[in-house]
């Protein structure tokens, strides 16, 4: 059983910055691309940021590129978000995991990031 524990969210303002954290284990994390996800209120889930295994190749949606940087800690388990210049659209639950996504993938709780205007 995978478990994906994310954390690091909170209340900032625009222009804010914060650092989101997935811890994960009960898989080998170092083998797989990781991705981070979001999903705002009355909205779809969607794709923020991905990083290769080793951390070589990373991509990012349009709507956060050049203000999000995705990385990761293998030694720790560790996936990262480092959020600027954060916008009110920003606002959403935060999710990480295993890339490409199952069939039926299984989430974590995720985490609250609020950006006010």
């Known amino acids: 059983q995978v478990q994906r524990v994310e954390s690091g969210g909170g209340l900032v303002q625009a222009g804010g910055s914060l650092r989101l954290s997935c811890a994960a284990s009960g898989r080998t994390f170092s083998w797989y691309t990781m991705g981070w996800f979001r999903q705002a209120p009355g909205k779809e889930r969607e794709f923020v940021a991905s990083?290769?295994?080793?951390?070589?190749?990373?991509t990012y949606a349009d709507a956060v590129k050049g203000r999000f940087t995705i990385s990761r800690d293998n030694a720790k388990n560790t996936l990262y978000l480092q959020m600027n210049s954060l916008k009110p659209e920003d606002t959403a639950v935060y999710y990480c995991?295993?890339?490409?996504?199952?069939?039926?993938?299984?989430w974590g709780q995720g985490t609250q990031v609020t950006v006010s205007s």
């Open positions: 995991n295993e890339l490409p996504l199952a069939t039926r993938p299984q």
């Open positions: 990083i290769s295994w080793n951390g070589g190749t990373t």
